[in-house]
């Protein structure tokens, strides 16, 4: 099941909606964004565009996510309800984020957080306690994002194409969209702020 159907408000006057069909390259785009920036600063966990075929998977199966206004939203993500690839089929029920980029123009709003908070407010609406991601375990300053996050590591998989860190975040029957914002992060956290570089 989707974890969005129809636009929902995020916070103010900002909406989150699934992206649709056709809008391949509006993700694709907030994603290359994110990808230049990191390689300006000597990280390469993104390639410089995703193949148009992942993000249109991602379409069809209702797991892309738009923040904003399209065609510029402030940011965007994925979120599944399995990665197999990264975690054991047995582990607990929960929403896996992947492919979170926040505009250029957005960092610094904390807007990654906002986001974060209502991905585990819909898996409490669900009765699931986790929240999980796959972050480069190269990128000290993103793995120091998640921690402020409330994320736990819990393994760094040999299995893995590239070097990778798993971090999950339980989530209270209490959190509904309104949980509390983390300390501001530093600039280099401010973006490129989620991601499992899944091609």
Wanted: hydrophobic share 40%.
């Amino acid at each position: 099941m989707a974890v969005l159907s129809h636009p929902e408000l995020l916070f103010d006057d900002v909406l989150i909606r699934p992206a649709q069909p056709g809008g391949e390259n509006i993700v694709l785009d907030l994603l290359a964004e994110a990808a230049a920036w990191l390689r300006g600063r000597g990280i390469t966990q993104w390639p410089p565009r995703f193949p148009t075929s992942s993000i249109r998977g991602q379409i069809a199966a209702e797991e892309a996510l738009l923040m904003g206004d399209v065609p510029r939203p402030l940011a965007t993500l994925a979120i599944a309800e399995d990665d197999r690839q990264l975690w054991d089929a047995d582990t607990e029920p929960a929403y896996y984020i992947s492919r979170l980029a926040v505009a250029r123009r957005a960092s610094g709003a904390d807007l990654g957080y906002r986001i974060i908070d209502w991905v585990a407010g819909k898996a409490a609406e669900r009765g699931w306690q986790y929240v999980r991601l796959a972050t480069a375990s190269n990128n000290p300053a993103l793995r120091r994002y998640y921690k402020r996050a409330d994320f736990q590591h819990v393994a760094d998989p040999p299995c893995a194409r590239w070097p990778t860190s798993l971090y999950q975040r339980k989530v209270s029957s209490a959190q509904q969209h309104s949980l509390p914002r983390p300390a501001m992060a530093s600039k280099d956290e401010q973006r490129g702020e989620g991601d499992r570089c899944q091609m």
